[in-house]
C-alpha cells in the first residue's frame, strides 16, 4: 500500500465537501454528500465512497443530476408513501425519505414506502442503519439506471444493474444484522476500485464483451463493454429481477430496458418496508431465539483460512474501527480523478489537497 494516499475521515469529508459545493449545492448537501460518501469508505465500501465523485461530478454537467432538490410527496396515506426525488442527490433524499418513513412506522406498526427518481442513493446500508437505530426492521429493494453492468443468468450481455437488497434487524444487547448487498456476483463499483488499481478480479465475475468469461474488470468500465454476472446464479438473478419490479416500475421511478452507455447519471427506485417488532407481539421469543442462534452460529468452528464466523454487519464495524484509527487509503488514480472533478468545477488541485491534509 505504498502508493496509497491514507487520510483522515474529517479533513478528507471537508474537501469532498468542497468539490459537491462547487457544484451548486448549499453547505447542508455538501456535507451531507461528503460525509455519506467518507463513512461508506470508513466501512471498508470503497465502492460506494468518494471514487463516486467523479461521476456525480459528470452527472452534474451533463444535467442528469441537480443540486439542492428534495423529495416531494406523491401519496401520504399514513402507512403508505410515495415519494420522488427529482433527480436530486440520494444522500439528501435518502435522508429525508427514512425521515418520513421512520415516524410513520412507529405510528402504525409498519410503513411501506417507495422513492423513485433518485440519483444514486450511495450505501444502501446507510438508510438500513437509520432505522434499526430507531428499533426497526428495514426491508430494501433497489433498482440501478444507468449504463447496463449485469447479464441476466443465461445471458451474454448486460440488461440491468448491480440492484442491491438491504436487511437491517435491531439486535437485542447488541449492534444490528445488516445485510447490504449487490444482487450481482460483486459490486459493480469494486471493479472501478480494481481497475484503477490495475488488479484482475476473481473468476466467475465477469463476461466480456463476447459473453466469454474473464478477470479484466476493464468490460464494466470502459467499453468494449462486457458484463457482471449475477451471484448465485439464477438465484441472483431472480433477486435483480424484484428490484426492478418493486423498485424500479412499482415506485415509478423506471426500469431499465433500453440500451444508452452516453450518460454518466445513476438514477435509484428504493422499494422499502419498514416494521416496528415490538408490536408484533413477539419480543420475548425474539429475543430469546435471537441470542441463542447468534451463540450457535459463533460456536460454529472456523474453515481453513478464516478466523472466525461472523454475521452481516460486523465486516463493516471492524472495518470503521480499523480505519478510523489507522486513516482511509485512497489509490493514486482514484485520487487523481477526484482532482480532475474538482478543477472541472473550479475547485484548484491546492485546495482540496490543503483541505484532505487538515492543514
Known amino acids: 500500500m505504498a502508493d496509497y494516499r491514507i487520510f483522515r475521515a474529517a479533513p478528507l469529508t471537508r474537501a469532498i465537501a468542497a468539490v459537491v459545493a462547487a457544484g451548486g449545492s448549499d453547505a447542508r448537501e455538501a456535507g451531507l454528500v461528503a460525509e455519506n460518501l467518507v463513512e461508506a469508505n470508513l466501512?471498508?465500501?470503497?465502492?460506494?465512497?468518494?471514487?463516486?465523485?467523479?461521476?456525480?461530478?459528470?452527472?452534474?454537467l451533463e444535467g442528469g443530476l441537480h443540486a439542492n432538490r428534495h423529495v416531494t410527496v406523491k401519496l401520504d396515506a399514513g402507512a403508505l408513501l410515495t415519494l420522488d426525488g427529482n433527480a436530486g442527490y440520494g444522500q439528501v433524499l435518502g435522508k429525508e425519505a427514512m425521515e418520513l418513513a421512520v415516524p410513520r412506522a412507529k405510528q402504525h406498526g409498519s410503513c411501506v414506502m417507495m422513492l423513485g427518481n433518485a440519483h444514486h442513493?450511495?450505501?444502501?446500508?446507510?438508510?438500513?442503519?437509520?432505522?434499526?437505530?430507531?428499533?426497526?426492521?428495514?426491508?430494501?429493494?433497489?433498482?440501478?439506471?444507468?449504463?447496463a453492468r449485469v447479464a441476466p443468468y443465461a445471458g451474454a450481455d448486460a440488461r440491468f444493474?448491480?440492484?442491491p437488497v438491504t436487511v437491517g434487524i435491531p439486535l437485542p444487547g447488541g449492534p444490528p444484522f445488516l445485510l447490504d448487498m449487490a444482487t450481482s456476483a460483486v459490486a459493480q463499483g469494486?471493479?472501478?476500485?480494481?481497475?484503477n488499481k490495475g488488479e484482475k478480479v476473481a473468476d466467475g465475475l465477469l463476461i466480456d464483451d463476447h459473453g466469454?468469461?474473464?478477470?479484466?474488470?476493464?468490460?464494466?468500465v470502459v467499453p468494449p463493454w462486457g458484463a457482471l454476472l449475477t451471484t448465485g446464479a439464477y438465484k441472483g438473478y431472480g433477486l435483480s429481477v424484484v428490484c426492478e419490479l418493486l423498485g424500479g416500475a412499482l415506485s415509478g421511478g423506471g426500469t431499465w430496458h433500453y440500451e444508452d452507455h452516453s450518460r454518466m447519471r445513476v438514477y435509484n427506485g428504493m422499494f422499502t418496508v419498514l416494521v416496528d417488532p415490538a408490536r408484533l407481539g413477539t419480543r420475548e421469543a425474539f429475543e430469546r431465539e435471537t441470542r441463542a442462534y447468534l451463540d450457535w452460529l459463533r460456536q460454529c468452528p472456523p474453515a481453513p483460512g478464516h478466523d472466525k464466523v461472523r454475521i452481516a454487519g460486523e465486516p463493516e464495524r471492524e472495518w470503521k474501527a480499523k480505519r478510523t484509527k489507522e486513516g482511509i487509503p485512497v489509490d493514486p488514480f482514484t485520487w487523481d480523478e477526484i482532482i480532475a472533478a474538482g478543477?472541472?468545477?473550479?475547485?484548484?488541485?491546492?485546495?482540496?489537497e490543503r483541505l484532505a491534509s487538515g492543514a
Open 190 to 195: 469494486k471493479m472501478r476500485v480494481a481497475y
Open 43 to 60: 466501512q471498508g465500501h470503497d465502492s460506494h465512497g468518494i471514487g463516486m465523485v467523479p461521476r456525480y461530478v459528470a452527472a452534474l
Open 161 to 163: 444493474g448491480t440492484n
Open 343 to 352: 478543477e472541472k468545477l473550479k475547485v484548484q488541485k491546492d485546495v482540496i
Open 121 to 147: 442513493l450511495g450505501r444502501i446500508g446507510h438508510w438500513a442503519e437509520m432505522a434499526v437505530a430507531e428499533g426497526l426492521v428495514s426491508i430494501h429493494f433497489v433498482n440501478v439506471i444507468s449504463h
Open 212 to 220: 466469454h468469461p474473464t478477470t479484466d474488470p476493464r468490460y464494466v
